[in-house]
């Protein structure tokens, strides 16, 4: 059995990054753990993306049983939070065993629960002056004995050096935060997630920003196992991160052209802004169409113009889609639920939202879209019940669609057409990463294939603590070699219970990362 672990929480981290750094030296504590331990990739969930991710991974179960389907309720009213969550995660089940953890910055974590280990709230949450940790107080003791403590960037920098070293104080804000924490309270199982190693490639794209950041995130990794000392480690990322193709598809342009969806002045404005945004000079163009909005200007009519007059091609790539939605919301292209049959409430959530029989025609007729290139769009088209396992099922999308190779970004923007030249540097790859180096972990320069579910059964096997029947994943045999199984037990599942907050200061952050709509 395993007495301490370790794990370090790495959003969009993918091999393609880490390799190319680690070969060039960059990384020497990352490469330490490789080289002692495994690599293995890691296969995400679906959708690819933070929240439904990092919830699978903690629960060691998909969406249909956990609920976290998107960045918002299915209803689309909030952002979601901790009450949202159908299932017990890692910590829950190792503080039923007796064994304490300490908990740093996982997404979807606010408000925290009630409980006796140390709980800081991460990602999805208002900042932490407003954020619930526990014990009550943490937040402020933080802040007492290690200084500044945020989760999201303070907004002030203005320059593109100036808002990577906000990246780089908030990755050492983490580690700063679970030293002290792991110097102070009693643990057996630790887990701190780094987010800015997935904002940089959406906000600066550029590769000595990405570069400066992980080179920052190695030197976090080499502090928290030396200070640590665990006697198991595992670094995992939530997704992967890679290049996008030339093409952004608009789902709901394509389900309107298809007589699936309907549009009212009273409807529904898809999409949201998701936290950490920099918002840039973007405001200053959106006030002024928001206003052209009211008096008859909408997106459509913008994209006809720029079509007349031979320039969308070259102008469509410099007018965010963002930029378009803000249009749509304020002049009445919004979906209409009620008298849609289909309808996508969020592009990068990959689920359509449709009637029953209209379910099988949406299937078929998405398999055969291509681009304007010629080709396939989707790797493939599923009805929700190929996806989705569980009791949360049945309130979460209709239809799946996953771009093939997520080579195209899937926007929810209303607009005459339906693809665009993309707009973005990168998308989210379904293909993470499992690091892994302790004891009982088998050695091997190989690499394996890994689920997201399996990382929280792998956790309690290491530790000894008897498996949850619900888990979708498995302990794997390499993680844990030489510990007897611990079999199985039924656990209670307790909740804080969701709350009606829609944390609007979070909302107003997410503006220029791509997920907008």
Known sequence: MTDRVLVIGVDAGSFGTLDRLIDGGDLPAIRDLVDGGRADALRSSVPPWTPSAWTSLTTGTNPGKH??????????????????????????????????????NVPVTHPAPSGDGVLVPGYLGPEADEAVARPEGMLEELRDNIGEYRIYRSGESDTDEEICEEYRRLLQMRADATVYLCSNFDWEFTMVQFQRTDTVFHELPEREYIDEVYRTLDECVGRLRSELDPDTTLLVSDHGMKQLGDWDFRINSWLQQHGYLTT?????????????GHTGDSSALERPLAAAANYGLTAQRIERVLDRVGVRSTVGRLIPDRLLATVAEAGGEKIDRERSSAY????????????????????????????????????????????????????????????????????????????????????????????????????????????????????LRMMGVPLDPQFDGEAPEWLSAGIDHPGTQEYETETTGATAESYAAVEERLDDLGYMS
């Open 67 to 104: 609920g976290v389907f998107d960045f918002k309720t299915t209803d689309q009213r909030r952002l979601v939070n901790s009450g949202d969550v159908a299932g017990n995660r890692i910590w829950d089940y190792l503080e039923a065993d007796g064994k304490p953890s300490i908990v740093v």
């Open 344 to 459: 996508c409430p969020s592009g990068p959530g990959l689920g359509i939202y449709c009637d029953d029989d209209v379910v099988d025609p949406i299937v078929s007729e998405l398999e055969a879209l291509e681009d304007p290139d010629g080709r396939a769009v989707f790797q493939w088209v599923r009805p929700a019940e190929e996806v989705l396992d569980g009791p949360q099922a049945d309130a979460g999308p209709d239809v799946f669609a996953l771009p093939r190779e997520m080579e195209y970004f899937v926007s929810g923007t209303l607009g005459t057409s339906v693809f665009e030249p993309s707009h973005h540097r990168f998308n989210h790859a379904v293909e993470g990463v499992c690091i892994a180096s302790g004891e009982h972990v088998e050695q091997t320069d190989s690499r394996g294939v890994i689920d997201i579910t399996d990382v929280a059964p792998a956790v």
């Open 264 to 276: 009212s002045p009273d409807g529904y404005h898809p999409g949201w802004t998701k936290p950490g």
